[in-house]
């Protein structure tokens, strides 16, 4: 069965420094990964995706996470915070190989942006 | 992309009652489904809505208590019955589109639930 575990309950950085969430999955087929955001008291929200294409993708806010087979991480990196990404981050994955569209999600990690 | 629409935004309810949380989307979708976000955690699947079929449950999660329709492609309703100060939770409807291999997931804003 399919999951993921994200490495940090909380990160906090300060603006205008990189920022990294860690996340590992377990899948026995090559998985589809995603990150979502959640800001308080708003709506989950796509960052990006990772289909078997590309290994480095590129998703939205300057954000982009790297799928490493042979780690089994798909991490997310940001070159430089902004206080708007302080937000609650989760690293997902696609049930497979039914392709039912069902998603697994991460425990998620708590990003902190500090002046 | 997808709008969803929930209603309501938020409530808060006696133990004992039920609440009846909607969904809507501005096109038809084939998959749907219903999340739980407890305080502080993350989100666990309850059920697969199915258009004109009984929802598929997940491990966990029974029909008596969380009764669900699905009467279109484009709309849906979950039930939180008998409630108690448990069941207060986010809970979130989302659809799955297919975009390129894999499906794209879209969440609702959610229906922040409080039970007293």
């Known amino acids: 069965a399919q999951s993921v575990t994200q490495l940090d309950s909380h990160v906090s950085v300060s603006e205008g420094t990189p920022v990294l969430l860690r996340c590992n999955y377990s899948?026995?087929?090559?998985?589809?990964l995603f990150w979502y955001v959640q800001h308080p008291n708003k709506g989950l929200q796509l960052l990006l995706k990772?289909?078997?294409?590309?290994?480095l993708v590129k998703g939205i806010n300057g954000f982009e996470a790297e799928f490493k087979k042979s780690e089994t991480s798909f991490h997310l990196t940001k070159p430089s915070a902004h206080m708007s990404d302080a937000a609650e981050y989760f690293c997902?994955?696609?049930?497979?190989?039914?392709?039912?569209?069902?998603?697994?999600f991460g425990q998620g990690t708590t990003l902190q942006v500090k002046p | 992309s997808a709008v969803i629409s929930q209603k309501p935004s938020r409530d808060i309810c006696q133990r004992g009652t039920s609440l009846t949380i909607q969904c809507q989307v501005d096109?038809?979708?084939?998959?749907m489904f219903w999340y739980r976000q407890q305080p502080g955690q993350s989100l666990t699947l309850i059920a697969t809505?199915?258009?004109?079929?009984?929802?598929?449950?997940e491990s966990g999660f029974v029909i008596d208590k969380f009764p669900i329709s699905r009467p279109n492609l484009t709309f849906s309703t979950l039930t939180v019955s008998n409630m108690s100060p448990e069941d207060s939770s986010i809970y979130l409807c989302?659809?799955?589109?297919?975009?390129?291999?894999?499906?794209?997931?879209?969440f609702g804003p959610g229906t922040r639930l409080t039970v007293t």
């Open positions: 809505a199915n258009q004109g079929s009984e929802a598929t449950y």
């Open positions: 990772y289909t078997s294409a590309a290994t």
């Open positions: 989302s659809v799955a589109r297919l975009a390129g291999v894999s499906y794209e997931q879209y």
């Open positions: 997902v994955v696609s049930e497979e190989p039914s392709n039912t569209g069902k998603l697994i």
């Open positions: 096109s038809q979708v084939t998959m």
């Open positions: 899948s026995s087929y090559s998985p589809s």
